[in-house]
């Protein structure tokens, strides 16, 4: 979809940070909070997704995501049309089990 000239836009930030110090563990979730602030939402773990209006504006919110970079780890940032967004395919696991249902209710003789 297009409007007077600008091309819808989807960033995609995809990272794999450590976690196994309590500095690490501060840095990722401190990076993720700076994604979730920015408007991205998170689409699977360590993927995070925004809609962006313009070319332009996906380039601010690439920088934004550069300037919040920790110290160690790997991020990686994509950008995609709506048109390509909407030609994904997901696949589910053949044995994907469905959500726990609740416990009954507790009943006492």
Known sequence: ???????FMW????????VDTKKARRAYAQFRKALLKD????????VYI???????????HTQRIQHALPDD??????????????????????MRQGTEKPPAQLELF
């Open 1 to 7: 979809m297009q409007l007077s000239g600008y091309r």
């Open 11 to 18: 960033v995609l930030a995809m990272f794999d940070l450590p």
């Open 39 to 46: 408007g991205f939402a998170r689409m699977q773990f360590s």
């Open 50 to 60: 925004r809609h962006c209006a313009s070319e332009e504006n996906a380039n601010v």
């Open 73 to 94: 780890g790997e991020v990686r940032v994509i950008t995609i049309t709506d048109k390509q967004f909407e030609r994904m395919r997901v696949f589910w696991g053949k």
